[in-house]
Structures are given as C-alpha cells and as structure tokens.
C-alpha cells in the first residue's frame, strides 16, 4: 500500500469515528430536561477526538453541550451564533440558547482531552472533573478549574495603562477600556485599573450565578465578540479570558489563596505540609 493510501485510511477511520462519537454525544445531548444536573460547555472541530467526553458523559450522567466552530458545522452539533473567539462563541451562545432552561451546574471546558493548565490530578480534564465539588459552585457561584496563581494573578491587564507597542500595533490592549465598557454596558469610571484572575477558561458557574445578569447583557457581549473591528477571532478569545470572572460576577481581582482554592473546589484540605493546617471546604449555607 502506498504512504498516501494508508494516510487516506488512517483520515477516513478518524472521520468515521468522529461522527460516530458526535452523534453518540448529540443523542445524549437530546435527553436533556429539568431533571439534568450537570451541562458540560465546550467548542469543537472536526479534528479533535471527543472520545473521552463521550465516555465521561455516559459515566457521570453529564449533558454535552458542543458548539461546532468549523466554517462548515459539523452534522449533529450545536451552532454558535459566531465563530469567532471560538470557545467564547460557544459559551455565550450556550448561555444565550439556554438561559431560560439551564441546568443547576454548567461546566466550560476546552475540547481535548487534556490540558497543560489542568494543575492539580494531571493534565486530564476528565479527572479534574470527576473531583469536582459542585457544593462549591453552588456556595460561590464561580469557581475555576485551575487553583494555581501563575499566569494571571495577581493582575494580568492594566486597562489604563497599554504600552507604546500596543498603541502603535493597535494591539486589543490599547483599546481596553472601550471594549469593557461596552461588554459590561458601563462608563469610564468604572473601569478598574487592574484585573487579575486565574487562567485559562475552564470554569463551572452556578444557574443562579448566570440568572444574576439579564440575558440581554449575554446577547450584548456575543454580538460585541461577531462585530468587533478592533481585534480578529483571537484577540475576541483572548478578552474574554481575561474577563470570564467578571462576566459571572466575581470582583475584577479574582485571585483565591491556593490552598483554599484546591481544598473548596476539589476537597484537597490537608494537613498543608508547610504547616500543618487542615483547612476546611466551603459549604452551602442552610
């Protein structure tokens, strides 16, 4: 067999496997109702490999969610209202789609099985996910998948302050304080100097967290991330990455002590090996 005849085949079993797997999950997706818990968020493209969200889904009784942000959408799955941001498209049109109908716990993930910023079990975010405390989404509203500081704590963007480059590359940075002010529907003075929050876009919120903000503040920010002129699909992403925290309600400087962090979000509370403190979990207050 010739290279380019085994590497058609190899493409050809992939594709197949693909959309075998996505349908797998759209039919799982169809089962949602009231009685769902769990929605899991996430942007795909036909060249990504969802296996492991099929089997995590099927395991765990979580509901998928997937945006396709192919310039051809991929057959069986949702469509985003734009492509651009990519899985800032996916998680506003969900929000948008859904808003009147969401389930008590959403979780938005990237599409492949791992991730670099996973930092606590590995870099799978199926095991992440498996110990995810979801009485901690529900007593804090929001709560990232990633508990380490670094990159973006304590602050990652000076809105009053781009550099030189940015203002002569017209970098998204220049423009900062324009574009929160129209995500968020707000003037110059409440533009924070500083905003800081653990990366990387991999979050769980709360239904009740989301109902905080009106819908129309959800549709405002999707429209802002299809029109604007001011940056391409990248820098789109690139923003809301660095405002997610804000979106779903969390103070401008969303930067949680570690160790408490890895102890409310996944129930890893000690004894600390620095100095012998157990630490204990948050809880819903009844």
């Known amino acids: ?41 996430l942007a795909a493209t036909q060249s990504e490999d969802l296996t492991w969200l099929l089997e995590y889904c099927r395991d765990h009784d979580a509901i998928p969610f997937i945006y396709s942000t192919d310039p051809k959408p991929a057959k069986h ?3 985003p209202k734009t492509t651009r941001g990519r899985e800032a498209a996916a998680y ?22 791992e991730q670099w910023h996973n930092d606590l079990f590995g870099p799978q975010t199926s095991v992440a996910l498996r110990n995810l ?27 009053w302050e ?12 220049a423009f900062f304080p324009q574009v ?15 905003i800081g929050n653990v990366c990387c876009g991999q979050f769980s919120v709360s239904r009740d967290q989301i109902l905080r903000r ?26 809301f990455e660095k405002v997610w925290h804000v979106v779903f309600g969390m103070e401008d400087i969303y930067c949680p002590r570690f160790e408490q962090c890895r102890c409310d979000v996944y129930g890893w509370c000690g004894p600390l090996a620095n100095t012998g ?5 948050v809880r819903v207050q009844t």
Request: hydrophobic content about 35%; charged content about 20%.
């Open 77 to 79: 799955l949702l469509i």
């Open 92 to 113: 506003l049109s969900y929000v948008v789609d859904f808003y009147h109908q969401l389930p008590p716990y959403t979780i938005f993930i990237h599409s492949n099985k």
């Open 162 to 173: 781009p550099t030189q480059i940015d203002i002569e590359k017209k970098d998204i940075r």
């Open 1 to 41: 067999m010739a290279p380019q005849d085994s590497r058609h085949n190899l493409r050809s079993e992939f594709e197949q496997n693909h959309l075998s797997v996505t349908q797998q999950l759209a039919d799982i997706t169809k089962t949602y109702s009231s009685n769902s818990t769990v929605g899991l968020v």
């Open 180 to 194: 929160y002010q129209t995500l968020f529907n707000v003037g110059p003075e409440s533009v924070p100097e500083h």
């Open 214 to 239: 009106p819908r129309r503040d959800y549709e405002r920010m999707l429209a802002w991330a299809g029109e604007t002129e001011l940056t391409d699909s990248f820098g789109v992403g690139w923003v």
């Open 277 to 281: 403190e157990t630490l204990e979990a």
């Open 133 to 159: 405390r979801l009485e901690a989404v529900a007593a804090q509203g929001y709560v990232n998948l990633r508990c380490q500081h670094t990159p973006g704590c304590p602050t990652s963007v000076n809105p």
